[in-house]
């Protein structure tokens, strides 16, 4: 029997009951996180197979984050340093630019001073009518952030430093798909993906050994975000009541 995203929901709403932790405790962002946290335990594969049929985040009405492009991702790169790098909060209003218009390439064109840039962005975040709250767990969803996530260093390199053009000539070459359609019309980190499992990808419904051990990976990850959620409901709750 399928175990469903409400089975993996109870049971961890059973765990914190075990722990004095009730639901009426949790916040609703936490019983967001822990709902999310239970579809992914029930459909492993749901983020990669959205990123490649090229699903957008919703932030709010008439606003959708794409998964970075190869094309946004270099552009984020080069204009990274004269934004004060990755923990900068400009960086992270750039990061939002590039996430709404990661499919629009004349979106970057002559982006390349900080005033152009911040012009840029300004503009962006005017059409962005949307809580902080919902822009951060937008940002989430198509940033793929996990429990043990950290900001990047300014000084550390990103998958932008990849040699895209090489990657992408080569997935022309294997899947037909022409190369400037990997740089903007797929997120870099699928083209990754298809970069270096492309065979493998093609037969993740097929029951083979290998797909097998990535659908269990797959899994292993999602049960440990779902464990990591219930505990930072719990030490949140067991802090509160302690003063």
């Known amino acids: 029997m399928k175990i469903t995203a409400q ?65 946004a991702s270099v552009w984020l790169d080069e204009v990274g340093a004269m934004l004060g790098g990755g923990a900068s909060p400009r960086y992270r209003l750039a990061m939002i630019h590039a996430l709404v218009h990661s499919r629009e390439p004349e979106a970057f064109a002559g982006l390349d001073t900080e005033r152009k840039v911040m012009r840029a962005v300004r503009a962006t975040m005017r059409t962005i009518h949307a809580t902080p709250e919902e822009v951060n767990r937008a940002l989430d969803a198509a940033l793929g952030i996990r429990a043990d996530a950290r900001p990047r260093r300014a000084d550390e390199p990103s998958e932008a430093a990849a040699d895209w053009a090489a990657l992408c000539a080569r997935l022309e070459s294997q899947t037909g798909i022409p190369a400037a359609e990997w740089t903007w019309k797929r997120s870099g980190a699928y083209a990754i993906l298809a970069y270096n499992d492309l065979h493998e990808f093609a037969r993740a419904y097929s029951g083979g050994r290998r797909s097998q051990d990535r659908l269990v990976d797959e899994l292993d990850d999602a049960m440990n975000a779902l464990r990591a959620a219930t505990a930072a409901i719990e030490k949140r709750v067991k802090e509160a009541r302690h003063g």
Not at 10 to 17: I, M, N, T
Not at 20 to 31: A, I, M, S
Not at 32 to 46: G, I, Q, T, W
């Open 7 to 71: 089975m993996h929901f109870a049971k961890a709403l059973q765990q914190l009951r075990r722990q004095g932790v009730e639901p009426g405790d949790c916040t609703p962002d936490e019983l967001y996180a822990l709902a999310e946290a239970a579809r992914r335990c029930a459909d492993p594969f749901r983020e990669v197979n959205a990123d490649a049929a090229g699903f957008p985040v919703r932030v709010c009405e008439g606003v959708y984050f794409w998964r970075l492009t190869i094309g």
